[in-house]
């Protein structure tokens, strides 16, 4: 049967596309919300790229309009990681509300990733559930449980949990690591009293990095 809605692709809820699982019209790649798309997972317009929200854009993730780069907030970017307009370049980036000596590429490349697990949604087991919870939730009976979701705080208290404590100290070395304004964020209280002038250590891929704690 002819499709009343003149999609040649699969799943497509919007018109006259020829990619997979849109709701958007004409668009030639897959999960796009937006229309015009012939890149992939779009929620804006006209994209040749992958998962834009904005419009126009030839790059991959970004939030702005008309940017031929990667991740830019701004417009017309052919840089990276712009939140400002016709930038070619990726800009230092601010860690801990101060201005760095690095990119946020140049951060990555150094420093890793040594993240912490960050669970939003965590299962609750039948056990563990507090009677409120029972009270509130429907259907954990027939699944012995249920799936909670966590706010921002409470994810990295769990992940900080379990983090390791080279994991600790990778976000205690990090550019301008101010501990008052981490627990501001994170709601992780990390008493530096002790370490202010002592060089924490860390390892990764096989290299050893030394900062100082301010």
Do not use: H
């Not at 201005?99 to 939003?120: A, C, H, Q, V």
């Not at 299962?123 to 009677?131: A, L």
């Amino acid at each position: 049967m002819a499709d009343k809605k003149n999609n040649t692709g699969v799943d497509n809820s919007g018109y006259w596309n020829s990619g997979n699982r849109n709701s958007g019209y004409c668009n030639s790649g897959d999960w796009n919300s937006g229309n015009w798309n012939s890149g992939n997972r779009n929620s804006g317009d006209w994209n040749s790229g992958n998962r834009n929200n904005g419009d126009w854009n030839s790059g991959n993730r970004n939030s702005g309009n008309r940017n031929s780069g990667n991740r830019n907030n701004g417009d017309w970017n052919s840089g990276n990681r712009n939140s400002g307009i016709f930038n070619t370049n990726e800009p230092k980036m601010r860690a801990f509300n101060k201005e760095s000596d690095m990119t946020y590429t140049e951060f990555r490349e150094k420093f890793g990733w040594n993240d912490i697990e960050f669970p939003l949604n965590v299962w609750r087991d039948k056990s563990e559930m507090t009677d409120e919870e029972k009270k509130s939730v429907s259907g954990w009976e027939t699944m012995s449980g249920y799936l909670k979701t966590l706010s921002y705080k409470e994810a990295w208290a769990a992940g900080w949990a379990k983090a390791t404590d080279e994991q600790k100290k990778w976000y205690q070395s990090l550019p301008n690591f101010d501990e008052k304004i981490f627990e501001e964020i994170t709601g992780i209280k990390i008493d530096t009293d002790n370490l202010r002038g002592k060089k924490v250590k860390v390892e990764l891929d096989g290299k050893l990095y030394t900062a100082t704690i301010d």
